[in-house]
């Protein structure tokens, strides 16, 4: 920001033209004008400028990054920080500045000081929760998003111990509820902690199922919920519990069948079923081996833009090699089908969270990769029938919870059934 005495009375008549001015202004025009008049008027300007800042590093017509963001975001919060310390806006407007620098620093690849920065914004969130006496605390769950792509499963997990504790007397109205309780599970299973991440997981069940006993718009949120749970009983061995979560899947997908899904919300459970997606486990079989870790049970815009960009872009190796292991495993199955059937689902994995949200394009992109991982997991159920059943069962249960997420009920509960016999629990545990 320049010093006091560079503009000239003719410098402040043109700005406070062009705020009066009855015509639209530009961005760039109104951060002009808050420059200058910031400068006679803190009090009244810092904050608008401020703001102007963080509007102009985005161009909502053209959907494009200003050239300067970062720049622009960095002045954003030298104009915030030098508004007057007394001011009671001064904290909300500081934090707002914040936000938009570290997402522009994390834009950059400078992921320390984005992350720094969110430690700044957690640090104004505690105190404004302090004066209020409001239990959640803003910042809380960046700081966490923040940690997890690190790598820092630990902390992840006690912030959002913290934030679930805070959201929870709030009940599910708030929207906050299932969200940090996913990406708190997330974190707790990447810890090492899972027990908790259990019984996390149980609460996220508990409250979907009184949901949808209100609300039958939910019962497809509630039965990948389910589907989910049952995964992770699985993983950590609780087999008979898991066969009684997926009883109870059958149900609600019996349900949505019966009715076609005419209640449910298909936006809302498609991103639910995606963020559960990411909780799979299917990373286990490829972990990242450097750089930003992809946040699991994370909603994808809450992702950092280079976890994003490596997480997609990770497909088209992955292609690459699935395609050259697909030759080895046509050649010689007992050493190489195992590990195509796995390596498949990973790609499967990234590329539904890579297309879930662009609706129209959505199903016609993924079902091929579904349908594809389907027939590996037949030939591997010939193949090695101690092996490959299971995860016949399991590729199943992964096409029918997209089916559902892609409104085809019947064909999802037809998918359902074929994985219980599979299992056995045809008939129930």
Request: with cysteine; charged share 25%.
């Amino acid at each position: 920001m320049k010093h006091a005495g560079t503009f000239d009375q003719d410098d402040i008549m043109r700005a406070r033209n062009v705020l009066l001015a009855s015509g639209r202004r530009t961005p760039r025009e109104e951060v002009d004008a808050y420059r200058v008049l910031a400068q006679v008027s803190p009090a009244s300007y810092l904050p608008l400028l401020a703001r102007a800042l963080q509007g102009l590093t985005y161009d909502t017509a053209t959907g494009r990054r200003h050239a300067a963001s970062l720049a622009l975001g960095e002045e954003a919060v030298a104009a915030a920080r030098s508004m007057d310390p007394a001011d009671p806006a001064r904290a909300d407007v500081l934090y707002g500045a914040l936000d938009t620098y570290q997402r522009e620093l994390y834009g950059a690849g400078r992921r320390a000081e984005g992350l720094a920065t969110r430690a700044e914004m957690l640090a104004i969130g505690r105190a404004q929760a302090e004066r209020s006496g409001k239990p959640v605390v803003a910042g809380l769950y960046g700081w966490a998003t923040g940690l997890s792509e690190e790598g820092r499963y630990a902390e992840a997990a006690d912030a959002l111990t913290e934030l679930v504790g805070a959201v929870r007397p709030e009940g599910y109205g708030s929207g906050a509820l299932p969200s940090s309780h996913l990406a708190w599970i997330a974190a707790l299973q990447d810890a090492g902690r899972s027990g908790e991440a259990l019984a996390g997981f149980r609460v996220v069940v508990d409250t979907e199922a009184a949901g949808a006993a209100n609300d039958p718009g939910r019962t497809a949120c509630r039965l990948h919920v389910l589907i989910g749970h049952a995964r992770m009983l699985d993983l950590h061995g609780r087999g008979e519990q898991a066969a009684l979560v997926r009883q109870e899947a059958r149900a609600a997908l019996t349900e949505l069948a019966d009715t076609g899904g005419r209640h449910s919300c298909s936006g809302r459970q498609t991103a639910f079923w995606a963020a559960l997606l990411t909780l799979s486990g299917a990373e286990s079989d490829r972990p990242p081996s450097e750089g930003p870790r992809p946040p699991a049970g994370v909603a994808l815009l809450d992702w950092s833009p280079e976890a994003r960009q490596r997480y997609f872009d990770s497909r088209h190796a992955l292609r690459e090699e699935a395609d050259t292991l697909a030759a080895r495993a046509a050649e010689d199955p007992d050493r190489h089908l195992a590990d195509l059937v796995r390596l498949h689902r990973v790609l499967t994995i990234r590329s539904a969270v890579y297309w879930q949200h662009r609706t129209h394009l959505f199903a016609d992109r993924v079902r091929p990769l579904f349908d594809d991982g389907v027939e590996l997991a037949r030939r591997l159920s010939r193949h090695d029938p101690a092996e490959g059943t299971r995860t016949l069962a399991r590729t199943l249960i992964d096409r029918s919870a997209f089916r559902a997420a892609a409104r085809d009920f019947g064909p999802a509960l037809d998918d359902f059934r074929e994985a219980l016999h599979c299992l056995g629990e045809a008939d129930g545990p």
